[in-house]
């Protein structure tokens, strides 16, 4: 088929239309800019730093005595809390983190505190894109392996 130029000739449909990008669409390696506001909840933040801290070497569980409890309420009915143990306080480019842990016997206390206060700091930084003013590690208790082995018969005695 034949278009007719503006100019009355004949030209090919073969001839390729200039390539645009839609509007609100940016083209490969440009970044799309606009207006509009970008709201994380608390919950998320807490979460994400929750999964850092889980990660570090010597971390056996996050959260104290009650929160452990309702912790293993949760697992049983297959639900986990990947947030329990943490508190955030979260401000518009700000967050402070608290992180309560028991750790494992025997590693060293203030390096796994440090390696949580990276981890977080890191994961909190890069996800969210807030800036971490302070994140304080609580260490509740020692996960002793001997725990382990003591737990074991009165989870026989319960069935």
């Given at each position: 088929m034949d278009l007719i130029d503006t100019n009355g000739s004949a030209a090919s449909s073969n001839k390729t239309p200039r390539s645009s990008a839609p509007t609100g669409t940016a083209l490969a390696g440009e970044p799309l800019t606009g207006t509009g506001k970008t709201v994380i909840n608390d919950g998320v933040v807490a979460k994400v730093a929750g999964i850092a801290a889980r990660e570090v070497t010597g971390v056996h569980a996050l959260g104290g005595g009650a929160a452990r409890?309702?912790?293993?309420?949760?697992?049983?009915?297959?639900?986990?809390?990947?947030?329990q143990g943490i508190s955030v306080e979260v401000g518009e480019t700000q967050v402070a983190v608290d992180v309560t842990?028991?750790?494992?016997?025997?590693?060293?206390?203030?390096?796994?505190?440090n390696d949580i206060r990276s981890s977080v700091?890191?994961?909190?930084?890069?996800?969210?894109?807030?800036?971490?003013t302070e994140v304080n590690v609580t260490i509740v208790d020692i996960h002793l392996p001997s725990?382990?082995?003591?737990?074991?018969?009165?989870?026989?005695?319960?069935r």
């Open positions: 409890a309702l912790g293993a309420i949760r697992e049983a009915m297959n639900n986990t809390d990947v947030s842990i028991v750790a494992e016997y025997p590693v060293q206390l203030q390096q796994v505190a700091i890191r994961a909190i930084e890069d996800l969210v894109g807030l800036e971490v725990d382990d082995a003591d737990a074991e018969p009165s989870k026989a005695a319960l």
